[in-house]
Structures are given as structure tokens and as C-alpha cells.
């Protein structure tokens, strides 16, 4: 049973920290690229940062240097460590498995931002205020 299972959504104050967690089940994520997501109500979905199965890192350009998204492959746990928050990345924050259809996407084109063939967890909310 596959599942993707997200913690670490919290209030934090403005140049505050976060440490988010995805705990991954049914499918082993060192072999599939990985990714964090965001939505605002009534706004489009924004890939934040993927790791590819062989650690490539890709980040959007409103948190690099800010974000670092990583992955235990021991814990089967994805991370994304959050730091100088600002008021704007308050979200819905989406761990997500890239696929192509029903296949595990490891890395290439898939491995992307702009990839919306994803399974989503259920999302943890980060609030800077």
C-alpha cells in the first residue's frame, strides 16, 4: 500500500525555521525522484524542490538558498529543511513521488518541477506570520 505521509507543518514567526517530513511507505524512494509542492488556496500548485534518485537537487527560484530538500533512504523519509521564512511561503506543503502513469520515475524529464503526474500525500500546513 503505497503512502506518503507528511509532518512538520507549524506557525512560525518571519526569519523562522522549519524542518518538514515525508515518511514514504509501499515503495522504497531512493530509487524514484521526490519532491515538495505548495499551494495557496485558489492558486496553482508550485513545485519547490525535487531530488532525483541519484541526488540530483533542483530548487525554485523563490526559496534557493533558503530551502534544502533531502532524503534518508534508511527511514525512507524525504525532508525539507526551511529557513528564513517569509510571510509568502505560507502554504499547503505536498510531498510527492513522480510517476510516468503508473511507473516510478526515477529521473529525466519526469524528474521535474513542472511534473504533475504525481502521487501527493495530504499535505502539512507551514503559516509564517
Known amino acids: 500500500h503505497v503512502q506518503l505521509v507528511e509532518s512538520g507543518g507549524a506557525v512560525v514567526r518571519p526569519g523562522g525555521s522549519l524542518r518538514l517530513s515525508c515518511a514514504a511507505s509501499g515503495f522504497a524512494l531512493s530509487a524514484v525522484c521526490m519532491g515538495w509542492f505548495r499551494q495557496a488556496s485558489g492558486k496553482k500548485r508550485e513545485g519547490v524542490a525535487m531530488?532525483?534518485?541519484?541526488?540530483?537537487?533542483n530548487y525554485a527560484d523563490s526559496v534557493k538558498g533558503r530551502f534544502t530538500i533531502s532524503k534518508d533512504n534508511a527511514k525512507n523519509t524525504l525532508h525539507l529543511q526551511l529557513n528564513s521564512l517569509k510571510p509568502e511561503d505560507t502554504d499547503l506543503y505536498y510531498c510527492?513521488?513522480?510517476?510516468?502513469?503508473?511507473?516510478?520515475?526515477?529521473?529525466?524529464?519526469?524528474?521535474?518541477?513542472?511534473?504533475?503526474?504525481?502521487?501527493w500525500g495530504q499535505g502539512t500546513q507551514v503559516t509564517v506570520s
Open positions: 531530488i532525483g534518485s541519484d541526488g540530483r537537487l
Open positions: 510527492a513521488a513522480m510517476r510516468i502513469g503508473q511507473v516510478w520515475c526515477g529521473g529525466g524529464d519526469c524528474c521535474s518541477l513542472n511534473w504533475g503526474n504525481n502521487y
